[in-house]
């Protein structure tokens, strides 16, 4: 069935160091979102990214959509304990609704200070 | 707060019991979605309602349902409770049927642990 796979599973990094997140889906997305999860919290829309090969920025948060429309990617420079959470990116499910949602299973950030 | 409503924040159950999880959605939105969040599984999508309709289906056992209310608040229902349904039930809400490029809102999510 159709999948969504996101690595690194875990990344532990320094504060000021940049990350970098991957999302790789196994059939064609007419769109791609990205969410963060707080620890304890619960997913909060970041992005959606809709057109091949589309980069958007959010100050220091770069999103990517690849031009096959199967990839994106979500990269953070100089990341700050504020970014700990985990980082989902999800499309819409294959032959179902616009709406509905497959997730990957995330990309936990740790920041140590 | 997101503005989507879900109660109870927590809940323990004993097996073979039934619940229900309750959600109210952001004022405006039509759409109600309801995942379930395990740490092996990751978010799972069960069910979306659509202005009271059940618009899809996802991987939701038989032992669950859900229903939308005419005032557009949800319910999902688990019964026959296995030690495995215990997970993070999340609720989410978008103001269409496509989800779109607001993307959804969750509510803070209702904790059941089955003992």
């Known amino acids: 069935g159709q999948q969504v796979m996101q690595i690194p599973q875990y990344q532990h990094v320094q504060e000021g160091e940049d990350f970098t997140t991957y999302c790789n889906s196994s059939t064609t997305l007419s769109n791609i979102q990205w969410y963060k999860q707080r620890p304890g919290g619960h997913p909060v829309f970041l992005i959606q990214l809709v057109k091949s090969g589309e980069v958007k920025k959010q100050k220091r948060l770069t999103f990517q959509f690849g031009e096959a429309k199967k990839n994106s990617s979500l990269h953070i420079t100089a990341t700050q304990t504020t970014d700990v959470g985990t980082y989902f990116c999800?499309?819409?499910?294959?032959?179902?609704?616009?709406?509905?949602?497959?997730f990957g299973k995330g990309t936990k950030l740790s920041v140590k200070p | 707060d997101s503005g989507v409503t879900q109660t109870p924040k927590h809940l323990i159950t004993a097996t073979g019991q039934r619940v229900t999880l309750r959600c109210s959605p952001r004022s405006g939105d039509l759409s109600v979605y309801w995942y379930q969040q395990s740490l092996d599984q990751g978010l799972q999508f069960l069910i979306q309602y659509y202005n009271g309709e059940e618009r899809a289906k996802g991987n939701i056992l038989e032992r669950f349902s859900a229903q939308q209310f005419p005032d557009l608040h949800s319910e999902l229902n688990l019964s026959s409770l296995e030690l495995g349904d215990s997970a993070l039930y999340f609720c989410a809400s978008s103001t269409g049927e496509l989800g779109g490029a607001e993307g959804y809102t969750f509510g803070s999510g209702t904790r059941l642990t089955v003992v």
């Open positions: 999800a499309g819409p499910i294959h032959g179902g609704s616009q709406g509905n949602l497959i």
